[in-house]
């Protein structure tokens, strides 16, 4: 914890409520989870680092640009942002999803078997009741195998 905020805390002007709260039984609660499809990027000159030798796996989910006119090669790769979604059993849940980069992201939320599909610049939301427990894979079809996110419901004991 920062500095910052134990001084806060000691001087009484916030409060952590839910650090006191009994996590043993939690209430089921509506939650809503913000969630960006994007493409994270590098690239390189290669007379710093040579374009490499090995191939990516295949399915969309990761580029590799050979080097341009210039010498400059990229690297990229499709992802959920979080990658882990974390909510309890009995949570209403809705997912409200922003396409950043790719023009469309196809995607099926294994076990819950919910689909959609977002869309640059467009939210896509999408509400469920977390009734079943476990780890669930939101998978864009369009970008395997990297743009998958788990969905975390802990069991509601
Ligand atoms: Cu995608």
Same mark, same amino acid.
């Given at each position: #914890?920062? +500095?910052?905020?134990?001084? #806060?805390?000691?001087?009484?002007?916030?409060?952590? =409520?839910?650090?006191?709260?009994?996590?043993?039984?939690?209430?089921?609660?509506?939650?809503?989870?913000?969630?960006?499809?994007?493409?994270?990027?590098?690239?390189?000159?290669?007379? +710093?680092?040579?374009?490499?030798?090995?191939?990516?796996?295949?399915?969309?989910?990761?580029?590799?640009?050979? =080097?341009?006119?210039?010498?400059?090669?990229?690297?990229?790769?499709?992802?959920?942002? =979080?990658?882990?979604?974390?909510?309890?059993?009995?949570?209403?849940?809705?997912?409200?999803?922003?396409?950043?980069?790719?023009?469309?992201?196809?995607?099926?939320?294994?076990?819950?078997?919910?689909?959609?599909?977002?869309?640059?610049?467009?939210?896509?939301?999408?509400?469920?009741?977390?009734?079943?427990?476990?780890?669930?894979?939101?998978?864009?079809?369009? +970008?395997?195998?990297? #743009?998958?996110?788990?969905?975390?419901?802990?069991?509601?004991?």
């Amino acid at each position: #914890m920062t +500095h910052w905020l134990l001084a #806060m805390l000691a001087c009484g002007s916030i409060a952590l =409520p839910a650090l006191a709260q009994d996590r043993s039984a939690p209430s089921p609660r509506e939650r809503t989870i913000y969630v960006a499809a994007v493409e994270s990027k590098g690239g390189v000159h290669v007379d +710093h680092e040579p374009f490499p030798t090995h191939p990516v796996p295949e399915g969309g989910g990761y580029l590799l640009k050979k =080097p341009d006119d210039k010498g400059r090669w990229e690297v990229s790769t499709y992802r959920w942002d =979080p990658g882990t979604i974390v909510v309890n059993q009995g949570d209403q849940v809705t997912l409200e999803i922003v396409g950043i980069n790719g023009n469309e992201h196809p995607f099926t939320i294994e076990g819950y078997w919910l689909t959609g599909t977002v869309r640059r610049g467009q939210i896509t939301r999408l509400t469920f009741l977390a009734d079943k427990a476990g780890i669930f894979k939101i998978i864009c079809r369009t +970008h395997s195998p990297s #743009m998958q996110a788990d969905l975390v419901v802990l069991e509601n004991k």
